[in-house]
C-alpha cells in the first residue's frame, strides 16, 4: 500500500508536468524521451486495436490485458527511467484530467 501510494503521488506529479508542456507546446514538437519514436511504434505494434482517444479501462487492468502491457513495460528497462512506474491517464483525451476522468495504470 505504501509503494502504490509512492507511486501514486509521483504519477500525479508527472501528470502535473506533462500536461503543462502538452498544453503549452504542440505535441508533434515535443519528445518526452529520446525513444519517444521507439516506444510509440512498439505500442502500436503490440496494441493495434486498442482506442486511445477514449479509454477502456478493461483493456488496460484486466488479466489478458496484464498480459500484454507487462512485457511490453520490461522492454525499456535501462531505456527509460521510470519504466514500470504507475501513470495517471485521462479515460478521454479530450477532457481535463478530473476523478471520473483519470485511471491509475500501473
Known amino acids: 500500500?505504501?509503494?502504490?501510494?509512492?507511486?501514486?503521488?509521483?504519477?500525479?506529479?508527472h501528470a502535473q508536468v506533462y500536461?503543462?508542456?502538452?498544453s503549452s507546446v504542440d505535441p508533434k514538437f515535443l519528445n518526452l524521451t529520446k525513444v519517444d519514436d521507439q516506444i510509440y511504434s512498439e505500442f502500436r505494434k503490440t496494441f493495434r486495436d486498442l482506442k486511445i482517444d477514449?479509454?477502456?479501462?478493461?483493456?488496460?487492468?484486466s488479466e489478458p490485458a496484464k498480459e500484454k502491457w507487462r512485457p511490453f513495460c520490461l522492454r525499456f528497462e535501462g531505456v527509460v527511467e521510470d519504466f514500470n512506474y504507475g501513470t495517471l491517464l485521462r479515460l478521454d483525451c479530450r477532457k481535463d484530467y478530473t476523478e471520473e476522468n483519470t485511471i491509475f495504470g500501473e
Open 1 to 13: 500500500p505504501r509503494v502504490e501510494l509512492a507511486w501514486a503521488m509521483r504519477a500525479h506529479q
Open 19 to 22: 500536461f503543462n508542456l502538452i
Open 54 to 61: 477514449v479509454l477502456d479501462p478493461e483493456e488496460l487492468k
